[in-house]
């Protein structure tokens, strides 16, 4: 979470609505998934919702979702 939230707001409100998936590896070493998604939090401009969600690739809905806030102006 601290990775995708890392460029802050400034950096992310062009590009938000956004998000990607890409393979990679947990810290135990199993093969999982890693999705980020950057919406609008209530409307355009405003706090950008950041959304991680890891699971195994054929697991999707026994995976992990977090969730953080970036603060509308906040670095």
Avoid at 64 to 74: I, M, P, S, T
């Amino acid at each position: 979470m601290t990775q995708a939230c890392d460029l802050g707001w400034h950096a992310l409100a062009p590009c938000t609505p956004w998000g990607d998936t890409f393979e990679g590896f947990s810290p135990m070493g199993r093969a999982v998934c890693f999705e980020r998604n950057y919406m609008w939090e209530t409307e355009a401009g405003g706090d950008i919702r950041v959304e991680i969600h890891v699971y195994e690739p054929r697991a999707f809905e026994s995976g992990v979702r977090l969730v953080a806030r970036l603060a509308k102006g906040a670095s």
